[in-house]
């Protein structure tokens, strides 16, 4: 495929009629350049390939076709590969009335078999509005979004119960615990580790690669935005505060009447799904922002309803249960990708990121 921005269906129109309803699929390659490329003794084995061909590109429209009759109207490289794009967009005109509803096509048995018969990611599928390429609010979680611990796992290390806590974090981001319970369960054996503890993960908390990058970008195209954790106030806010978020609402430990250990129990409201989704809401009205205008990113069941409320929800390196409910999904190692899923070329993001 060339790598020229933006290449036209031969005979095609790209106008949106009546009769047609636009969309917008993006697709990633999801074989990592290492596998790609292999090694003097794998020489023997087949290749696979590197990034998006053309004929990918092809494919991928009549399956689509298949779902629901549509037609192919033009294909966008948004990041060349060294072979071929590792990132594309596609824009499809799906005939009305449409088979098939748009949140619903990524997640049909067709797409998947599609993704894994040619290692592609088709993270997202939307529908090709004003509002796709226009978002006015980004929405984080934090713990294994915006940083790539879990902080309270990393608490548990202090007092020797990070197996017990970790086992329990896992089923809840995968859905199978309740959230507020699994939270209190967890709290519950924390009780005696010295207050300080978080001064002291403030210098082993790593973030994610890109989220720097990723919040500066949006700030500098005007965005407002934003942590929701169900972790803890101390680090939010202490996040919010480096990377420059404009809100942050995470969960509240008590501490001992002597200030110097933590009690095991949380008050206040909980940061669950509910009340993230709820923070959503209410962000996005204080600031006169429509919901079509919301980006929102999480990897966990518990970022789900403030995904589905969002324009734009991306579960990024997420639980296999929880990239399946996702409306999107990025899995790659820098969360910068989300770009991506707005549209913005790798030369566009380059641009955002320059120094003034």
Sequence with gaps: MSTQSVIQATGEHSAQDDNTL?????????????AAAGDAQDAGRITPPTGLSEECVLQFAAVVARITPSRLVSWKVLEPGASEPRVVEVQLALQRPVGVRVQDLRQHADVTAFEQQNSVSVAAIQSNSVFRTHKRLAVFDMDSTLIQQEVIDEIARKVGVVAEVSAI?????NGELDFTASLRARCRLLAGVPSDVFEE????????????DLVRALKRLGFRTAVLSGGFTPLASWLAGRLGLDYAHANHLTVSA???????DVEGDIVHAERKREHVLRIAKENGISLDQVLVVGDGANDLPMMGVAGLGVAFNAKPKVQLAAPAKVNADSLLDVLYLLGFTKTEVAELLQVM
């Design 22 to 34: 636009n969309i917008v699929a993006t697709l990633f390659s999801s074989v990592p350049a290492s």
């Design 169 to 173: 974090t896992a089923r809840a981001m």
């Design 201 to 212: 993960l403030k210098s082993v908390i790593t973030l994610t690669p890109g989220a720097a």
């Design 258 to 264: 002597d200030g110097r250990s933590l009690t095991g």
